[in-house]
């Protein structure tokens, strides 16, 4: 597997939709010591995957394997119900519905 575009520099792609976008506007995700967490400020050393804060990004990243892929993880190491309690909290409200209520 080859690229013809270059990458360009702090573009990650998403693993939801797989356009590269600006790494601001993505959620990241990182493996440490096996588990799984949500990488808030970017701060984490190691392989991380790239999601847009996106319901429709996240319900198509609903395959373990994808994530395996993106983390070199081994395959059947990623369990999808992992991967929903760390990006459950951020998905868990449609943005659309979201409101503050007082
Ligand atoms: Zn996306």
């Not at 976008?21 to 190691?46: A, C, I, W, Y």
């Not at 892929?69 to 868990?92: E, H, N």
Request: with cysteine.
């Amino acid at each position: 597997m080859s690229e013809m575009t270059p990458k360009k520099c702090g573009q990650r792609r998403c693993l939801g939709c797989l356009v590269s976008d600006d790494k601001g506007k993505l959620l990241r995700v990182v493996v440490e010591n096996g588990t799984l967490r949500l990488d808030n400020k970017q701060s984490f050393q190691g392989r991380g995957a790239y999601l847009h804060r996106s319901a429709e990004c996240y319900e198509r990243c609903q395959s373990a394997k994808r994530w395996e892929k993106a983390l070199c993880l081994p395959a059947g190491s990623l369990k999808l119900r992992d991967l929903q309690r760390v990006l459950g909290g951020v998905f868990a409200a449609p943005a659309t519905q979201k409101k503050i209520r007082l």
